[in-house]
């Protein structure tokens, strides 16, 4: 049984295939820096869309989606510089983060920090074809959220001074299930945006 590997070649993501992507020179630097601020701005007002939860000091958002979305459109460069962006913002005082919030002590702070590796993870995995099939794009989420998980738990820990299974009972569990619909919900979004485009390879 042959199982068709991912490509390793670096390939086009959604935001090269945009008008003006062919452009050379000064003209990529400056689409470049509007598609940073653009994905920062993305992430940042999706992440507003928020409910808490009244066992758990991290509330339930969009901003994970959004994260995903924007590392899958910009490739892992510019998703990961769009994440800088907004964190450097949230840190000088812009509220940029879940409910209009800002600053860094915060228990939830290090899902914030855990986006960077995520949007560059789901960057990396589209440049060589992630994000082309239902399968390979559910599987990239999981993959880029599980980042998230990796740097926000630990930080919440420290925060609220627990151990590792009340960290999971607060800061994993209570989110599975809505992590699982956010990489349903790209996996048809982003292959379904390629066929829109008629990009196929």
Do not use: N
């Not at 390939?11 to 090269?16: C, K, M, T």
């Not at 808490?52 to 460069?77: H, S, W």
């Not at 794009?137 to 880029?144: K, L």
């Not at 009340?166 to 209570?174: I, M, N, R, S, Y």
């Amino acid at each position: 049984m042959t199982v068709a590997a991912v490509p390793t070649s670096p390939r086009r993501v959604l935001a090269d295939v945009l008008p003006g992507a062919a452009r050379a020179g000064a003209g990529v630097h400056a689409r470049d820096v509007v598609l940073v601020a653009g994905g920062a701005a993305f992430v940042a007002a999706v992440g507003q869309a928020v409910i808490p939860l009244p066992f758990t000091p991290v509330p339930l958002t969009l901003g994970t989606f959004a994260v995903l979305l924007v590392g899958a459109a910009l490739g892992p460069a510019r998703g990961a510089l769009s994440i800088a962006v907004l964190v450097l913002a949230g840190v000088a005082g812009v509220p940029v983060f879940a409910d209009g919030s800002s600053g860094w002590a915060f228990a939830s702070f290090g899902y914030v920090l855990g986006y960077l590796p995520a949007a560059a993870c789901l960057g990396w995995l589209a440049r060589r074809g992630g994000d082309r099939s239902a399968w390979r794009t559910g599987a990239a989420a999981v993959a880029a959220t599980a980042l998230v998980y990796a740097v926000g738990l630990p930080w919440l820990m420290a925060y609220l001074g627990v151990g590792l299974a009340e960290g999971l009972a607060l800061g994993v569990t209570p989110f599975l299930v809505g992590d699982v619909l956010k990489a349903v919900a790209a996996a048809l979004l982003l292959p379904g945006t390629w066929r829109l485009l008629g990009e196929r390879r």
